[in-house]
């Protein structure tokens, strides 16, 4: 196997470096994947040069993506969808939940599910549970037939890739009324959205998207060290309920009551960034790496 160092490009004049060993490489119909073996890091995802997870932390931002909404509720969460997360991540976190009865996962990328499955099968082995169904397709057109047919979740997670490529159909406005459409009367939406450094207009755009359609909208912070910056997620209920006080004692590798009520604690010049934020409607492309 070939041992090199491989650079992702973080933002203008800044980026990451990585001692690799290339296990898988393919150039999918949808985008460019790597998965690697990193002395530090263990296994990675990167898509469009873009890393997506690794071994090493991805137990983080999995964990504040799912328990959040979760746990962030006083009704149970029988139904969940999520749109992308091929690794597996996110669904093998909602199916630690006893009350989860049914979990539909649209992924657009076969062949990123293919390879996740079987270079990183560590992160994931709730494919074959019961309780989940897997489409193949983009989630943007899962999510209009499923407002069509009246289709209702609990909570849906969006844990798609940054708006660059594949992903921009899921950022635009009609995919937003689309999602209010098809949550619960107690529903809750989060979406993984960005680097605040890196990527400063993606947090507050989402924000303007949900606060087109549903009632209440928050921001909640997790530090995923691989990224090089707490990353932002997104999340929006129907029933105007915030999210800031966990149910249960849930301990995971990272999350814990503790640090779901913290992640609501925004930096100040988080706030600033999002006070400042002028909303055009166009979707921020960042493109901080196109291969
Ligand atoms: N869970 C990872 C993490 O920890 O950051 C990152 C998310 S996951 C790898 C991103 C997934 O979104 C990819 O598998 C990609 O194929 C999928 N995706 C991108 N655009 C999509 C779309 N329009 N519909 C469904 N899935 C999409």
Not at 21 to 27: D, G, T
Not at 77 to 84: H, M
Not at 126 to 138: E, S, Y
């Amino acid at each position: 196997m070939t041992h090199y160092w491989w650079s992702e490009r973080v933002g203008p004049g800044f980026s990451h470096s990585y001692e690799v060993e290339l296990l898988y490489e393919e150039r999918t119909p949808f985008q460019h994947m790597f998965i690697f073996n990193t002395p530090f890091w263990g296994r990675a995802l990167v898509l469009d040069g873009v890393i997506q997870l690794t071994e090493g932390d991805e137990y983080v931002y999995h964990e504040m993506m799912v328990h959040v909404p979760i746990l962030g509720r006083d009704q149970q969460v029988r139904s969940v969808l999520i749109i992308g997360g091929a690794d597996g991540g996110a669904l093998r976190e909602v199916l630690t939940h006893e009350s989860v009865e049914r979990v539909v996962q649209v992924e657009l990328d076969k062949a990123v599910l293919k390879a996740c499955r079987k270079y990183m099968p560590e992160i994931c082995r709730g494919w074959d549970d019961p309780r989940v169904q897997l489409i193949i397709g983009d989630g943007a057109g899962y999510m209009k037939e499923a407002a069509r047919r009246g289709e209702q979740f609990d909570v849906i997670l969006l844990d798609s890739t940054d708006p660059i490529g594949p992903a921009i159909s899921l950022f635009e406005r009609p995919f937003h009324e689309d999602i209010a459409a098809c949550l619960s009367d107690h529903g809750v939406v989060v979406r993984q959205s960005g680097l605040p450094r890196t990527m400063p207009k993606v947090m507050p755009f989402v924000m303007k998207r949900f606060e087109d359609v549903l009632p209440l909208v928050q921001v909640y912070r997790a530090p995923v060290s691989v990224y090089g910056d707490e990353m932002a997620f997104v999340a929006a209920t129907k029933d105007g309920v915030a999210l800031n006080n966990p149910r249960g004692d849930h301990i995971g590798k990272f999350y814990n009551p503790g640090c779901h009520r913290a992640a609501f604690e925004l930096p100040t010049w988080w706030n600033k960034l999002i006070e400042s934020y002028e909303d055009d409607g166009q979707i921020p492309l960042e493109t901080i790496n196109i291969l």
